[in-house]
Every structure is written in C-alpha cells, then in structure tokens.
C-alpha cells in the first residue's frame, strides 16, 4: 500500500480546474479537483507540468495553499516576469482547463496538529503560501497551539490572502502582523525590512521552543534565518523554504 502511494506521488496526473480567485494584481489562486488525490500535510508542494503544441515542456514546483480537508486542493501562484509557466497560470488558465501535476512533495518543511509547542511563521512575498496551509490546517484541527504569523510584503496592494489572514486572525490563539516594506497603509508607523528589533518584539522568545518556518526568496529567508539565530533561537527549531528568480517553490 506505501509503494503504491509513493509511486502515485511521482506519477504525473490530471487535474481539473475548478474555479480560479484573484489574490493581487499579480497572483492568483487556483482551485484544483485531483481524481484519487493522496491527500497531503500543510506546507508540502506539487509539480506543475506544461506541454507546448511543439512538445515543449516545462514545469515548475508551487506550494500548497490549502489544508487537506479530503476536498479540492488550492494553489496559489504569483507571475514571475519572463516566466515559461507563472504567466499562464496567473492569466490564461479558465474553469475547466486540466492541468498536469505530480506530487505531493516534500517532508521537512511541513506541519502537523500533534506537534508540540508554539508555532512561528515568517513569510515574505508568495512565501505566505504554505505557511496560509499551515494555517488552515490548525483552524481546520481546532487546534489550540499558539501561532504567531510575520508577513512581509512591499505595500498594502501586495497582500495576499487580505480577507482569509482577517479571519484567521480572529482566533485567540493566532496573531498576524504585516510587515511593510515600501509603503504602508495610513496610519502604520513602520516602513522597513524584518529586522532584529522585529524580532525581538514580535517573534516568540528563544525560551519558548517554537518551531519556525520561514519562506520567500532566498535573499529573505537566508536574512531572516540569520536574525533568528543572532537572536539566540535554535537552529534546529528553524525551518526554511526558498524560491528563486525563476518562481520554483512558490
């Protein structure tokens, strides 16, 4: 039965879109229906193949938006310029399109209801995508794990998620802080990067054994990883994931 779930994960298949919702100007989220889906832990991703008339391929790695509920699937993609396969899914994939993917993928970067302790996410960009999952994930177990969210984004505009981040937010047990790094909304009295003051005011202590995950362009998670560390955090508590120029592992 394992063998046949592994080699269902590494098996390209068909998927069908089922609605599409736009984040920002430039993302949007896709809902997915996978026939015979194996279901799937917060913060793993998928590949995303796609075949050209001339036979061209290409594809790419996108995490998941969304917690497993034995339902649809959600993935959210932000265009990257000059990219081979962003730019369709963000502004030429319809209801009813199929899709190629392959997945789901991924052990580390991920997590579950019945882990012990208080839970950091730090996200920057489309690096809230899996960490949303992990989100809904703990809404969708009633968990009552503490969970601390810093986002950092270049300007209100640039949000994604505004109404689902509200509404997670509203439970006693999660607590989201926007970071804005170019423009902030009226009223917001900090414009700047995450840096060590951020975290020592707004992360949990180094005391308090949270695991942490961070995700975002290398650039961001490699800053914010090290910050952490100075900070006196564990380096085995912290979890990264990264994307590059080419959007991979958005």
Do not use: N
């Not at 100007?25 to 998928?46: C, F, I, K, N, S």
């Not at 949270?210 to 090290?226: K, L, Q």
């Amino acid at each position: 039965m394992e063998r046949t779930a592994i080699r269902r994960r590494l098996t390209w298949q068909v998927a069908t879109v089922a609605d599409v919702r736009r984040e920002t100007a430039t993302a949007r989220t896709l809902v997915l229906d996978v026939p015979e889906w194996p279901g799937h832990l917060a913060g793993q991703h998928l590949d995303v193949r796609l075949t050209a008339p001339d036979g061209y391929r290409a594809s790419r790695s996108y995490s998941i938006a969304s917690a497993w509920t034995g339902d649809k699937i959600e993935l959210t993609v932000e265009q990257v310029p000059d990219g081979e396969v962003s730019p369709y899914l963000v502004d030429v994939v319809k209801v009813g399109d199929p899709l190629e993917i392959r997945g789901p993928v991924g052990g580390w970067f991920v997590w579950k209801p019945e882990q012990d302790g208080p839970v950091q996410l730090i996200g920057g960009g489309s690096g809230i995508v899996p960490l949303r999952a992990m989100m809904r994930a703990h809404a969708a177990a009633d968990s009552t794990t503490q969970v601390r969210l810093l986002y950092s984004v270049r300007r209100p505009a640039s949000v994604i998620y505004v109404a689902d981040l509200k509404e997670l937010a509203a439970s006693d047990d999660v607590d989201v802080r926007l970071v804005y790094t170019r423009e902030a909304p009226a009223g917001e009295p900090r414009v700047g990067r995450i840096d060590a003051e951020l975290i020592e005011g707004l992360a949990f202590r180094p005391e308090d054994a949270a695991t942490t995950y961070v995700c975002g362009p290398t650039p961001f998670v490699e800053a914010v990883a090290d910050l952490l560390v100075g900070a006196g955090h564990d380096p085995a508590r912290v979890r990264t994931e990264r994307f590059g120029p080419t959007g991979d592992q958005q």
